[in-house]
């Protein structure tokens, strides 16, 4: 393997891969779950549930972003903890909006 083409980086261990595919296969569920729920439950979906799905889609676009930089080796290793935290505030966000869209009172 010639320099050019060796990874900034180097080699992901597959501990790390198999732990970075859960979480990214776990977040994609929280979020497809919440959009079907959110419409299911309130139909038709009024602006505040629009307003919320517009939001996570955003959010989910910027991650998604952020891994793929990551991946291609454009971001440095410490902005891992990042992607990490922004997972779990979009994870959170989910939950969040589920329990909006339910109306399940505390």
């Known amino acids: 393997m010639d320099s050019d083409s060796k990874p900034l980086f180097g ?7 198999a732990f ?3 979480t990214s ?3 994609t569920a929280a979020v497809v779950i919440t959009t079907i729920c959110v419409i299911a439950a309130n139909w038709p ?17 910027s991650q998604i972003i952020m891994i793929r930089w990551y ?6 290793p410490k902005f891992l903890k990042l ?3 922004n997972t779990f505030v979009l994870i959170l ?3 969040c909006i589920n329990l909006y869209a339910f109306k399940v009172k505390f």
């Open 20 to 22: 970075h595919y859960g």
């Open 83 to 85: 992607i990490y935290y």
């Open 93 to 95: 966000f989910c939950v």
């Open 11 to 17: 080699e992901t261990p597959p501990k790390y891969k």
């Open 71 to 76: 991946r291609e080796g454009d971001v440095d």
């Open 45 to 61: 979906p009024t602006g505040l549930n629009i307003i919320f799905l517009i939001t996570i889609f955003l959010q989910t676009i």
């Open 25 to 27: 296969l776990f977040a």
